[in-house]
């Protein structure tokens, strides 16, 4: 089975480190990436197969990387995860309504992120199963 | 925990609940206990188990609950919730057509996942069941439980396991730090605190009927009686769910397997044979009562 990539959009370190940790375990190849501009140059090197976001960001936040992303070719492929502080449901709605596939409220941990990921079919049942 | 404490919480948990603890479940106990002895001011479990032996009703209450909560999370396992929504509510909205009603049983409702999961997936079936009756009655053993399922309100946390954004979006509302299930949703599901040793043929007969994770804590005379009584409530076309380590196989043939959906079980209509050492578990359930 090919490894899938995911690229994680944090400010903090530490969040991109906790992400990584639990990305790894869960069978992704992990890069990461420290605002949206940074991450948009990512994703025009190479499509990634999910996204880990995180919304409030220096330079560029991840509301407006996801419409750019979306506006992207190819653009449409990634599945996005809002992973953020930002927890009302206004925020949800509008990241819903621009193309965030699910949705993630910090904190979090590795059964939410499996589930998550299972949401969308990033990974199978029996795997999130199995690390649960 | 010592020896003879564990034996005397295996005994009493087994007497009231049915809960049939392995010899080697002392983690379990005390990690469920220990914040329960600290609540009623005692320094430890050994003290606990002094109180419960001078004989509290209370905290012999309290045990029993804190021992029979069981975690859940919304659509828990997912393939139940696939075969309510693929095979059993179509069946049923052909074989029910003429009186559109339909009973739905969570046997172990627990704080409410599994009920208001299953509320979600009717309400997202839509305009195929307007005009139907659908009553769906949790039960469980603890009235603590049922209060908070009861309220539907829930920590950021439980909401994030199993449900999806587009449903928390849907059918919940922020409530300060939590969350809360829409009360059209509350109001698809009734509560009641039920034990399942005791007679429950009070509550009618059933279209469908969810009984999961909980009957692995029961020894193998109590499974079979109580599948007998669920059978005997159950439409002769009903459907009996159950969870991913427990099955019918090898302890009655009252129920039989759907061989292409896994957990799915049917009446085999042959109820009447078999229910086994109903003697037993009456007297048991007359200990319990006291």
Redesign the interface.
């Given at each position: 089975m090919e490894v899938k990539t995911c690229l994680v959009v944090d400010d903090s370190s530490v969040a991109r480190k906790i992400a990584r940790r639990i990305l790894e375990e869960i069978g992704f190849n992990v890069i990461e990436a420290e605002d949206g501009e940074q991450a948009l140059e990512a994703c025009k090197a190479s499509l990634p197969e999910a996204i880990l976001l995180d919304w409030n960001m220096p330079v560029m936040d991840g509301y407006d990387f996801l419409g750019n992303l979306r506006g992207m070719p190819g653009g449409d492929q990634p599945k996005v995860v809002f992973c953020t502080t930002e927890?009302?449901?206004d925020h949800?709605?509008r990241a819903?309504h621009a193309g965030a596939n699910?949705?993630?409220?910090k904190p979090?941990d590795k059964?939410?992120v499996s589930?998550?990921f299972q949401?969308v079919g990033l990974i199978a049942?029996a795997m999130s199963a199995a690390s649960a | 925990m010592n020896q003879p404490d564990y034996e005397f919480l295996r005994k009493l948990l087994r007497d009231k609940s049915g809960l049939d603890l392995s010899s080697d479940k002392q983690y379990l106990i005390e990690s469920r206990l220990h914040p329960l002895a600290r609540k009623a001011g005692l320094p430890g479990l050994g003290e606990l188990v002094q109180k419960l032996k001078d004989g509290n009703g209370g905290l012999t209450s309290q045990v029993v609950e804190a021992m029979t909560t069981n975690e859940t999370f919304f659509f828990r396992d997912k393939v139940p919730f696939d075969h309510f929504r693929e095979a059993i509510v179509p069946e049923l909205l052909k074989a029910r057509a003429s009186r559109k009603s339909m009973r739905i049983w969570c046997a172990a409702g627990s704080t409410g996942q599994e009920p208001y999961s299953l509320a979600m997936c009717l309400k997202e079936m839509g305009a195929a069941l307007s005009g139907w009756r659908v009553e769906i009655i949790a039960t469980d053993l603890s009235q603590e439980v049922l209060e908070k399922s009861k309220a539907g309100l829930y920590s950021q946390f439980e909401v994030q396991r199993g449900l999806p954004i587009q449903l928390l979006v849907k059918y919940f509302k922020q409530v300060g730090e939590l969350w809360q299930i829409n009360a059209d949703l509350r109001a698809m599901v009734q509560h009641r605190q039920l034990n399942l040793l005791h007679d429950f043929s009070q509550l009618g007969t059933f279209d469908v009927i969810f009984c999961r994770n909980v009957l692995i804590y029961f020894d193998q005379d109590t499974k079979i009686n109580i599948f007998g009584r669920l059978a005997k409530l159950m439409e002769p076309d009903g459907f009996l769910v159950l969870g991913a380590a427990e099955t019918v196989v090898g302890l009655t043939d009252v129920f039989k397997p759907l061989a292409e959906r896994r957990g799915l079980y049917r009446p085999s209509g042959t109820v009447a044979a078999k229910a086994p050492a109903l003697g037993m578990l009456q007297k048991m359930a007359t200990m319990a009562a006291r």
């Open positions: 927890n009302d449901i949800i709605s819903l699910e949705y993630i409220m979090f059964d939410i589930a998550k949401e049942e | -």
